[in-house]
């Protein structure tokens, strides 16, 4: 396949699978995101902050209100040795105790690496945790990340953008830098599937986010332990690297999706930039262990079963 006939096959009509809120690191509330997918024309849409599911309930009640479809899911920073994965999982129940147990070490975690960042940051920079508290909007049921404190030094004026922090003092092999503690992929995957979730590696070929991309090997390994999909559709994943993703999903049985990796203000994504098939998105629907909002249909019973895996 060429490039032109691979951009072709990608979804012009779908669902934005991969957005983010004020729960994580995007700047609008999970209203805000319903709304504008509505208004964008989109088939539906999915929630997906980083680490968390606080922004759930507000998205349901919201695409409830508005007589939108949502699906709910979740971004896993993740590790597959030197490799950051991000995992994407869908429809899965948030109550499952090994991955609510996973949820809160990772957000402890996080806590814990901002505020050692922040001290460095203070020998050379006015900024204090506080600071960077001032730039959390959803409290403690955010997810505190670098763009939190990227904010807050654009806030003292040590940088006019977000993103002229991320390549600044806080970028990844800066002296400021701390890493994040995350689980392997590999528990990801099985706290996902051991919670009835649907798991797609987020922009698997993004050459932005690692040097070293997962190779041909730790993708299968992944599949071995229950993963079912790949973020195909994304800005980040070169394009060359796209040909690939579809090969090893076709012989694998893997879904397809994609998504924009929205952030409303926080990133220049665009929301519908990129899609998941219809198709796609029923597959999850049926695989999932929680009910979609799905306006049509909501006479009819949640879909409460388990997809039997083999
Ligand atoms: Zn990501
Ligand atoms: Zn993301």
Not at 42 to 70: E, K
Request: net charge neutral; proline share 6%; hydrophobic share 40%.
């Amino acid at each position: 396949m060429t490039h032109d006939e691979i951009a072709n096959i990608a979804p012009r009509v779908g669902w934005d699978l991969h957005c983010h809120t004020v729960f994580s690191d995007g700047t609008e509330t999970p209203e805000t995101l319903v709304k504008q997918a509505k208004q964008a024309g989109l088939l539906g849409v999915a929630i997906t902050d980083h680490d968390t599911t606080s922004g759930w309930g507000a998205a349901q009640q919201s695409a409830r209100r508005l007589g939108f479809p949502l699906l709910c899911g979740t971004e896993i920073t993740a590790q597959f040795d030197h490799v950051s994965v991000h995992m994407l999982a869908y429809q899965y129940d948030p109550n499952s105790p090994r991955i609510a147990r996973m949820f809160a070490k990772t957000r402890d975690g996080r806590v814990r690496r901002a505020k050692a960042m922040v001290r460095r940051l203070s020998e050379d920079f006015p900024i204090t945790w506080d600071d960077v508290l001032a730039q959390v909007k959803e409290g403690s049921r955010t997810t505190i990340g670098r763009p939190h404190i990227a904010d807050a030094l654009v806030r003292a004026g040590v940088y006019a953008t977000r993103s002229e922090a991320f390549s600044g003092a806080i970028r990844g092999g800066s002296k400021y830098y701390v890493p994040t503690p995350s689980p392997t992929a590999l528990e990801a995957v099985q706290a996902i599937r051991e919670a009835g979730g649907v798991s797609v590696i987020a922009h698997p070929a993004d050459p932005s986010r690692n040097r070293m991309l997962l190779s041909d090997g730790q993708i299968e390994a992944l599949i071995d332990e229950g993963l079912c999909g790949l973020e195909v559709w994304h800005r980040g994943n070169a394009p060359d690297q796209r040909l690939r993703l579809l090969d090893i999903a076709r012989s694998h049985g893997l879904l397809v999706t994609g998504g924009s990796d929205w952030h409303g203000a926080g990133k220049p994504n665009v929301l519908g930039e990129n899609l998941t098939d219809a198709e796609v998105v029923k597959q999850i629907i049926t695989r999932g262990a929680i009910a979609p909002v799905i306006p049509q249909d909501s006479d009819k019973p949640a879909n409460s079963a388990v997809f039997p895996r083999a």
